[in-house]
């Protein structure tokens, strides 16, 4: 029986939904229900990459379609046809990246109302949604988790929402922010509709909670009743007794044998949770040591590092322990189990408002064993583990099936909870329970408060040594008010689309069709979400299908390379359905420079051009300039964009030629940011470097199949001719005079940081200082060598400093005139040597010996020669017969890839990349894009 759709077809009376109306919700949900149960019978719609696993039955009591479904959703076209607006190249479209500090907490109510194992706080989403779109337009969510950007899109037309940002609402839905100029107006008021997709059926069925339509006081007063049937028929599994007689003792024992359910018992008292403790044997006796009464100080409550045997007092730590286990029959799949052994230990409980702990008492084990041979009444997960990258800890521990992370009587609770409340798609409070309630709940005392802290470890399935059991019915309550406090603030027109599916495979999606996307992938290795998710999604009878998650994972057998290759599929699909010029926004976690690399490659590889990287500092909650690209401290925010329809048609029409190239160079500008005043400190944009710009042309012609047309040198005369530069950074000619309107209100000039890691870095860290300095070798040798730190590259040859100037720089000689840079330097900074001429003496003196950066065109000639160098020393490597080289120069492969490339001998770039570590290929992005590109184009293709 339909319960809560029942009680809200009573009271909803009519409803439209996309365009059609029906009599009820619950006619709504019973017409897309039977659409959706046709298309599951379409043997080509249960193909599509990504379909979960599950029965026809399983998914359909999930589904609240068109809403949410449990499979990739057949009805996003309609949704988007409904909401969405065609593209029209014709409707001026400008914004620049989000810069903006960002400071959001995670205390929000919205935002603790259901964990997960990674989140954006709603809020910080809301802020990008209302810079890059309009009211109405449609957003898309591929990785969505939770579902926050559906809720941010949804809050965009919340006039309270939007101002607790700190922004204001005019009368006429303006939104104005504060800025150094005063409040300007940044967007409008009004809902966003979103596209929500994620791979994991968890995950969907969350994010359909948080961005649902629903009568929130019939579902809390459904749930309420609900959670009220189960303590009436099942709380007597959570009795204690309070400081029995030992007839009381006798007598309850006896109801334990007689009764169904207990009732009448004297001194029985609420239990708030129970302590659960391993047993191990002592290494030294072989006698049994219940860990909570040996290992753990009972007046701190924190576990000693060593202990005495109770048995032989042998000295011990936890490591020196050897485990128990006990062979017990699991009526459940009816064999036996060897699992670990583990004894209730500590039982804390509550009578007439006070709290108690005890020691379990033989009611307590009578009761225990009454429990553990109950039949199994209705619907469990029982599914047996699977062998993965997380999957050992629990095995280890003789967990094999997932019904085992549970005692007996929370099963038993959650099994009932799951069976009363309908449709599933609304057991919300099932999935926010399921870890919390499991054995995973770590005990833990925080300052001698005894069970204060504890809760399952992030990102794994570790069973601990000391468990909290908690009764399922207690939690449940308490996740219900939860979800009753979160679900009055966010209300629902039914403005979000919720399909689960592969980010890879869209196919209801039409081509330029959405407004801007925001996407929080995974992060390489960093949590195995399929992994992670099979508990709960055993209670849902709908698992993820694993074969496309872009993880690294090596169960899986996916390595770096092939994150990376479904990460690109992925983006492909993500910049196949943006409109052009419009925005892409990555929020990643990033813990290693390698997968960090693969997702600038992937990105670029399907097309998108990044215009900005910020860094979100997690402590402080605010977003800073990246100048390190290979920063692997903090969690990084891609900003990049979809090249606008004239910038394509511009490379149709002028194809591999200069005019693209300043075609490229003239749109990417204006999608660049202009430096922000920090406090007192004028910011550097690194995109705005010269080379930085040269790497993203690079990467665009790159992506059209097509070679580069210009040098890195006559690329950055190019721009010297074309674009004025200030500090270091290039601007278009109306920017600049912004830039100097706020440059002069600055003392310092923004300086941008260089890390010296490799060759390619000290020929910049020299080329940035002779700039500043022209200099002497000997000058510059100590201020170099202090750059040769712990931070260089472990398998780069360190070059020598005179090769390296001979290599990138000229030096005068004191023949001839005082070339210009010098000239500029030494009468700037030497008062007796202003207003000299090029070839007087005394400045020729002081000249002499100086290395300097050369000019353009004799630039262009030291270029030449330097790549005949490394070509040259490139040759050397594909002639070393060995397995790996051990030492090697990344401009030299640098070179050798690019040219190698340019020839289309793929096959050279494979076998050479072979030679090195797997690390230094990965970690270099411009390796990384030549070498992706030549494995698709070979044998070796993934």
């Known amino acids: 029986m339909n319960q809560l759709f029942d009680h809200q077809a009573e009271e909803s009376g009519p409803v439209e939904c996309l365009g059609q109306t029906f009599p009820s919700d619950e006619a709504r949900r019973a017409h897309f229900l039977q659409l959706l149960s046709e298309k599951l019978k379409d043997p080509d719609f249960r193909n599509q990459e990504g379909f979960p696993i599950g029965t026809d039955e399983a998914i359909l009591e999930m589904s609240d379609p068109p809403y949410y479904t449990a499979c990739p959703n057949p009805f996003v076209t309609d949704f988007c046809n409904y909401y969405g607006k065609a593209f029209d190249s014709s409707v001026q479209y400008i914004r620049e990246p989000y810069t903006v500090d960002v400071s959001e907490g995670k205390n929000d109510p919205i935002y603790t109302s259901h964990s997960y194992h990674t989140k954006v706080p709603h809020k910080a989403i809301m802020r990008y949604i209302l810079h890059y779109t309009e009211p109405g337009d449609v957003v898309l969510d591929g990785f969505c988790g939770t579902g926050m950007t559906g809720v941010a899109a949804r809050l965009c037309g919340d006039k309270a929402a ?147 045997c109770p048995s032989c007092q042998k000295n011990l730590a936890k490591k020196d322990l050897e485990r128990s286990f006990s062979n017990t029959f699991d009526p459940i799949i009816g064999s036996y189990v060897n699992s670990a052994k583990r004894k209730p230990a500590l039982i804390h409980y509550s009578l007439d408002g006070k709290y108690f702990t005890k020691s379990p008492d033989s009611f307590d084990f009578a009761l225990l064993r009454k429990i553990q041979s109950l039949p199994k009444d209705s619907y469990v997960p029982e599914d047996p583990l699977y062998k993965g990258d997380k999957t050992s800890d629990p095995l280890s521990v003789g967990i094999t099936h997932q019904h085992q992370f549970y005692t007996r009587r929370n099963l038993q609770i959650l099994a009932r909870y799951r069976e009363l409340i309908k449709p599933t ?226 490379f149709s029409e002028f194809g591999v030629s200069t005019e693209s190239v300043w075609a490229f160079v003239e749109s990417h500008l204006q999608k660049l940011p202009l430096p922000r005043v920090k406090e007192t400190d004028l910011e550097f944009v690194p995109e705005r470097d010269p080379r930085i710009l040269f790497d993203r042309m690079v990467a665009w012609f790159f992506q059209h199949g097509a070679s580069v047309p210009l040098s890195s040198i ?33 003392d310092k000039a923004p300086q941008m940081e260089l890390f010296v890691s490799d060759e390619r870095s000290a020929i910049d860290w020299l080329s940035k200082f002779l700039k500043k300095k022209p200099s002497t070798y000997q000058d510059i040798h100590p201020e170099f060598t202090t750059q040769l730190g712990a931070g260089w590259k472990k398998h780069e040859e360190k070059p020598e400093l005179k090769a390296l100037l001979e290599s990138n720089f000229l030096k005068y000689d004191g023949i001839g005139d005082v070339p210009s840079q010098i000239h500029s330097y030494l009468s700037t900074n030497h008062k007796d040597l202003r207003s000299l001429e090029k070839d007087d003496p005394r400045l020729i003196s002081r000249a002499k010996d100086r290395w300097y950066v050369p000019d353009p065109n004799k630039a262009h000639d030291l270029e030449k020669r330097r790549e005949r160098a490394l070509l040259k020393e490139f040759e050397t490597y594909k002639e070393f017969s060995g397995r790996r080289l051990k030492e090697f120069r990344l401009e030299v492969l640098r070179a050798g890839f690019k040219d190698a490339y340019s020839k289309k001998d793929y096959q050279t770039i494979v076998s050479i990349a072979k030679k090195i570590p797997e690390e230094s290929l990965q970690e270099d992005e411009k390796l990384l894009l030549w070498y992706d590109q030549a494995l698709t184009r070979t044998e070796g293709a993934i």
């Open 714 to 746: 006559e690329f950055q005369g190019g721009l010297a001719q074309r674009y004025p530069e200030r500090d270091g950074m290039i601007f278009s000619a109306d920017q600049v005079a912004k830039y100097d309107k706020k440059r002069a209100t600055i």
């Open 162 to 308: 939007v101002e607790s940002l700190g922004y204001r609402v005019d009368k006429d839905g303006r939104i104005l922010s504060l800025s150094p100029d005063g409040w300007v107006v940044i967007s409008r008021l009004g809902d966003r509709h979103s596209v929500l997709n994620d791979l994991s059926s968890v995950a969907g069925f969350i994010a359909h909670n948080f961005n649902s339509p629903l009568n929130i006081e019939q579902h809390d007063k459904h749930s309420q009743s609900v959670i009220n049937s189960i303590e009436k028929d099942l709380g007597w599994m959570f009795l204690t007794l309070h400081n029995p007689t030992e007839q009381q003792l006798k007598d309850a024992i006896a109801k334990i044998d007689n009764e169904e359910r207990l009732t009448g018992i004297k001194s029985a008292a609420k239990i708030n949770y129970t302590v659960w403790s391993d047993v191990f044997s002592c290494p030294e006796c072989a006698q049994e040591i219940v860990y909570w009464d040996t290992a753990v100080d009972k007046t701190t409550y924190q576990v000693r590092d060593t202990f005495s």
């Open 425 to 650: 798609s609304y057991a919300f409070n099932l999935t926010s329970v399921a870890s919390v309630a499991s054995l995973m709940y770590r005990f833990r005392s925080q300052n001698g408060s005894l069970g204060a802290g504890g809760g399952p470890m992030s990102g794994t399935l570790y069973v601990p040594s000391l468990i909290k059991e908690i009764p399922a019915t207690k939690l449940l309550r308490e996740h219900q008010r939860k979800t009753y406090k979160m679900k009055r603030l966010v209300s629902s027109n039914g403005g979000n689309i919720i399909s689960t599916g592969s980010m890879s495979a869209l196919p209801s999606i039409k081509n330029s069709s959405i407004d801007y996307i925001f996407l929080d992938p995974p992060f390489g290795g960093n949590l195995m979400y399929s992994e992670l998710n099979y508990l709960s999604e055993g209670w849902l009878a709908v698992k993820t299908n694993n074969a496309p998650e872009a993880i690294q994972n090596k169960s899986q057998r996916k390595g770096l390379d092939v994150y990376r290759s479904i990460m690109t599929n992925c983006f492909k699909e993500a910049f196949r359905v943006l409109k052009p010029g419009r925005w892409l926004t990555v929020e990643f976690s990033n813990s290693k420079a390698s997968v960090w690399n693969a997702i600038q490659t992937a990105l670029q590889e399907a097309g998108f051009v990044v215009a900005n990287v910020s860094a979100l500092n997690k402590k402080q909650g605010s977003f800073n300039a990246v100048n390190n690209k290979t920063s692997v401290k903090q969690d990084l925010v891609i900003s990049a964009y979809k090249p606008s329809e004239w910038l394509e048609d511009r």
